[in-house]
Structures are given as C-alpha cells and as structure tokens.
C-alpha cells in the first residue's frame, strides 16, 4: 500500500520567514496530494490540494510543488504569520474512485512573533 | 448548511467494553470514510463507505466494524476495547467516494481506561 513520509516533524521560523515542508510518497499511482493544517483540539482542514497533471499550485501565501518523478511533494507558506502556527499533514490518494487517502505523520510548525 | 457532524465528542470506556461512534455527512454528500488519529500521528484510515456499501477498508482488526445508513449517516463500531485504541476518531465526508473533497468532522475523542 502507499506510504507517505513527512518531514520535519517540527519546524520553528520567525514571522515573516518562509516554512518549507517535504513529503515522499512510495506509490506511483498515486495523483491526488492534499494538504490539510490542524490546529490543536480542531480537525484536520483542507489548505491546498495538487493534482498530478501539475507541477506547482499557489493560493495566496501558499504554494505547493510536485514532482512525480522523484515521487515527492512539498508546501512553501510565505510570509509567516503567528495564526500559520498548526500541525500540517501531507497526503496522497489515488484520487478517482474508492480511493483512502494516506496521510503523513505531520509537521508542527511554529511562528515566532 | 451543516458540516460533518460527529457524537459524542468524547467519550470514556474502559478496557472490553463496546462503543459506537456516530457521524453524520455534509447534506448531499454520499460517502463517508473513518480515520483514527493517534495523538501525534497522522490520521489512519479504517473504513470507507458509498451508497451504504463498504468500498474500502483499512489495517484494523475485526474489532472495528461500520456501516452506513439509508441517510447517508454512519456508525463505526468498536468491541473488545483496548488502551491502544484511544484515540481522536474523525469522520470525512465526501460525494463521491474520492479522495478529493474531504470534510472532516471535529471528531470523538475516545479514551480507554
């Protein structure tokens, strides 16, 4: 089955610097890449997704990047800010049909004011 | 409009006894798949339902079990209960049976004493 591998675990940047977050997925058949952030005690939340006909998506301070033939994807928030601070999870999916989604073991990230 | 809605939010059992968990989908949205979260650690998928059927299921043992209603709503259900399954359960709905458009609920936060 896939497998999905997160990294940092935990990542402390300074208001205003850039937060990077990388992930590796094992199976190739996976085309689907959400993202979601969780903050403490809330459930997950979609923040971004990619599909595997793109190389890079963007929403406002957030981008994401793929690469499908290393098989690794990554979030880039820009422009940090104290309310970024959450528990961010990486996953994948087959995406069409009866597809799970797997997810990362997720990065805590913290914005210092 | 509703979210995902999820009941109890939590819950205390102890060791061998049952629970049910209860999750009620986004109206208009078919399917319904349960991830259980262990505190630190990504949300790992244990059922997938669509159209009141099972179309997927995860790496748990047959302690777990679910089904979906004619309303779409969803029980997952838990015997023999063991310490390791406390946990944060979460409830996703989507329309289709994807991975693509998850909703998460708030989730049920079950403890084993």
């Known amino acids: 089955g896939e497998n999905v591998e997160q990294h940092p675990s935990t990542l402390s940047v300074q208001e205003g610097d850039s937060a990077v977050i990388k992930c590796t997925y094992s199976?190739?058949?996976?085309?689907?890449f959400p993202w979601y952030k969780q903050e403490l005690g809330k459930r997950p939340q979609l923040i971004i997704d990619i599909r595997s006909n793109v190389g890079e998506k963007k929403d406002q301070r957030i981008a994401v990047t793929l690469n499908k033939t290393a098989k690794h994807f990554s979030l880039h928030i820009t422009e940090t800010q104290p309310e970024d601070s959450a528990v961010y999870f990486c996953a994948a999916s087959m995406g069409g049909g009866y597809q799970k989604v797997t997810f990362g073991t997720g990065t805590k990230l913290q914005v210092i004011p | 409009d509703a979210g995902v809605t999820q009941s109890p939010t939590h819950l205390i059992k102890t060791r061998g006894q049952h629970v049910t968990l209860r999750c009620s989908p986004i109206s208009g949205h078919k399917s319904v798949s349960w991830y259980q979260q262990v505190l630190g650690q990504g949300p790992q998928f244990i059922f997938q339902y669509y159209e009141k059927e099972e179309r997927g299921r995860g790496n748990f043992p047959d302690r777990f079990s679910a089904r979906q209603f004619p309303n779409y709503s969803s029980e997952l259900n838990v015997n023999a209960l063991l310490l390791g399954d406390s946990a944060l359960y979460l409830c996703a709905s989507s329309f289709s049976g994807s991975g693509r458009g998850y909703t998460f609920g708030s989730g049920t936060r079950l403890t084993v004493v």
């Open positions: 199976d190739s058949a996976s085309n689907y």
